[in-house]
């Protein structure tokens, strides 16, 4: 059935893609980092793998991007082998939050000013302090590897015009880590933990990176291709129970309703996605709505969900 | 294999709601209504009732109680019958808030100042408000009989006293819809409209009632003793996820991670909840946390969904 | 001097009052309560009134309004009569909250959830609670009974459309009063508390009526014709310095800078100031800038508080 | 009279020193720069001075503390001279915020996100950025070399621990700084910009400084010794009139209402203030309220404002 399942995905892929990219006029490319403003605004790719090793792409495959805020899911899970989940949800919490990816009202609002979940900015800032390791280059080290696993691409490395980018411009990031040390969540130097993240979130991938790293989501923590568990099955859980409340930024409850799969999605205009058991589907589509997600990647992925009601609930 | 956990939860359970039970004492009973003062603070009964129309209970399992904030996930099904998707989620958005059942924060805050979800305070009212009928008491009539059907249980009625007791004291609730009148996200008169929202709230259950209502949403919306789908598959599946995003009030992240189970929790102390495809689920505890969810009624779900890897992630 | 002052003033207003009138295209009559915006939006009127009985008026002096906020500054005078400084102010504070005079934000956010102070209009709702009477007919008696004798105008007397159209469509209100109840602020029946509130708000006056008001406060209390102490010496002096720290809604630091004299807006374009001990001064310009406040108004008393040095400052 | 009224200041000055120090002890000492917490609790001590020449000191007047806030008032000064009104008010609003000094939720929550006034911890690290100069080193000796011509005391100093500790620990202010940096207030570098703050916080100061500096003040700009103008009169009425607004922190309405002068104070405990025409006052009790102001002091100044009736309203 699935088999069937997957010969009609590649053979409607194609014009599902030509339908949602149309959606790409109607948002923007992210410019707050400035060298994402150079992204294709009217770019649309998809990579889905199988377990069994099989693959459909279409659309702008051979588009590479840096993972942003996809990368949060991954060092969330880092920091769990790292430091186990009490040490971790003693540094974040688990809500999701209601405003942008990048407020800090409620670092202010709600005692003890921890961040509410570890994939919005203040949240992955905390959990960029918690990777082992002596300095920011040994922990983003550690990082790049445990990516480049996961991935199962060992030339996996960073973008470093968008890194050094992001690392001068980004004051609204490093003021939210100053009221985190402030608050007391970071430990060490807050120019190294910075450096760690914008390290990550300038990893530069394609979609079918993404893919590969989110099979083994979707297969629980194994590699479907060596049986190895790479990821603890607990772990993956809670990477992909947060993937569900708190992945697509302050449109999350809306995603869970309309597509109804663990997600995480970057300012790149990424989306890393899975239907468990099934696949690992990465995506990138730079023009992004209000929110800070694809819009014709969410287009996309709701077409997709609803014809092979996919969604978990 | 469902057959023997069934068995296993059988020999379990009553241990099991022994050792939870205990934490009753860290919390308290709610006292904002004065009526739901009353309730017993150490109890704890749960229901749990399976597609071949067997049950198991445990605890105190006699104890009736209203439902409170339990009766949003079916008054929201009855305004999406009565209205359709497009109608209701004009009104009310999808988005968990991260702040109090209670707060107005985002309804100044947040233009255009319509409620983040349908399962808090705000959104429940704006819910209220779209359900079909001349008057409040057609309207509440309408909601009762529905409220029955999925029970089944014709005795279902209202706790005059807790109705009482609420509608005299809501003052915040009342603050809460004259602002949404204000913002234009409620039709009608205000009273009429709260007057619903205190009535539904006031309907009086048991853990097996609500057992019956779960195993209809865990059965996509049919009755697995009669075969008759009671609710489209499509409202049973936006119910379900935003119980999951949103339905354990601002400790729903939390609750996804630890338990990963759809669910719906009131004031009262109950929690509506199921494994999809197996069982429907009612518990009552009184005595609850600092969020108004059941102390002993969470820790219970979070043993059992361990012990049986329940989650859904 | 001052006659000499009296007698440039008498000279320079007309012209000052055309050139002011001017800026009132750049804002908006009120519309938030209906009746209000059939206000003529060119219109620009004032009177001042000095402690020999002399005056001047020029512009749109017949044109009569009413009070609105700028009732507020006498309830508050009235409460504290009725009820001493030490119960009016267990129930307001005394900061300015920089927020808009209709922001329920810090009810919510700073314990104990009362009132920032008199003038905003979770305030002057908690005031009117205050005021001595059995029911809302005899608080609102004694509030215009109180306000003609200020006034010294026994004609005054309620604009009663503009009553009813605030009463009917006045939500944002009664939301607030609902949570000032449920916070414990208020005495009494919540709509019995807004129907002085309303009332007292649609008094009806003209430039002179105001300027008679201010000249009380202008004279620390005494009516300067007849020499009678009408108010304390002490609550004058508190009525004074709120209207500087608070009277101009969340525009009040500014006119402090540029104007520098107690004062009070309304929303009807009306603003009641003084220059102490020497004068009362009415104005009425319908067209309010963004913060609610007279455009053509300020602008007039900027005009003559920098040309005469009236600044307190 | 006035002679009269010193001459009255001088003989019940030190009794009313001993009743106000005893609420020492109902506050704490500031903390949060570690340095600040070796203050004496009980300390309490004031110097006053008039136009003539003459002084009176009360109780503990030969300790040294730091401006901290207090220097705020004459960096907003210097900055106005540096660039005159319309450029420091670009960059920094004039109206009182209700909230913490510290807060940083008025600049994510209300466009365009600038400081609501220069007296808050955002609005004075705005000016810092204005004060002319090549580089910090430059800006903070023009900034000490104006308030040495102030106070007349060519050997105010920072008190280096302080600033170190300061420096060192002030994390939150960091985040403030980085927030504005964000939203396009502050130029120049952060780190340039806060060394300029944390340094004329630290400025050492006596009471009978903070006296001197006052009294430039109270003259309208004039050393009233040298008749020399020293700050044109407008900047010393904007200086005037926010110490009245905001002077106090978010406890400066009440302050308005039970001292009415124009004062600023600072966590180090210091008070400076005035009597406009007649005195400058410097004052300094350690130990603060929850606002953050020297309880001993605003009691001292509360009993004196009311027995000579120097309230300006």
Not at 141 to 160: I, K
Not at 228 to 256: D, H, W
């Amino acid at each position: 059935m699935t088999s069937e399942e997957f010969d009609q995905l590649r053979i409607k892929l194609p014009q599902w893609v030509e339908e949602s990219r149309r959606h790409g006029t109607e948002g923007k490319v992210a410019s707050y980092i400035p060298e994402l403003s150079k992204a294709p605004i009217e770019a649309l790719g998809i990579h889905i793998l199988d377990g069994q090793g099989r693959s459909i792409s279409a659309g702008d495959c051979s588009l590479s991007f840096t993972m942003q805020s996809i990368s949060k899911v991954f060092t969330l899970i880092l920091a769990l082998l790292d430091n186990g989940e009490e040490a971790v949800f003693s540094k974040v919490g688990m809500e999701p939050t209601g405003d942008n990816f990048n407020s800090m009202l409620k670092l202010e609002l709600v005692q003890p000013g921890i961040p509410f979940n570890p994939l919005i900015n203040a949240g992955a800032i905390a959990i960029s302090s918690l990777i082992a390791g002596e300095h920011s280059l040994d922990k983003s080290a550690r990082v790049l590897h445990f990516f480049r696993m996961l991935a199962g691409n060992d030339t996996l490395d960073y973008d470093y015009d968008v890194y050094r980018s992001e690392s001068e411009t980004a004051n609204l990031n490093r003021s939210m880590a100053y009221l985190l040390k402030d608050n007391g969540v970071l430990e060490g130097e807050v120019e190294e933990v910075l450096d760690v993240y914008f390290r990550h979130c300038s990893i530069n991938v394609t979609c079918a990176d993404l893919a590969s790293m989110a099979l083994v989501l979707s297969s629980d923590g194994v590699n479907p291709r060596t049986g190895k568990q790479l990821i603890p099955r607990r772990y993956v859980q809670i990477a992909k129970t947060f993937m569900t409340t708190c992945g697509m930024y302050n449109a999350s409850g809306e995603f869970a309703i309309q597509v109804g799969l663990p997600a995480k999605s970057g300012v790149s205009g990424g989306i890393l996605t899975m239907v468990p058991g099934k696949y690992g589907i990465g995506l990138v589509g730079p023009s992004l709505n209000r929110k800070g997600n694809s819009i014709a990647g969410v287009d996309l992925l709701q077409t997709m969900s609803q014809h092979f009601d996919w969604s978990l609930f």
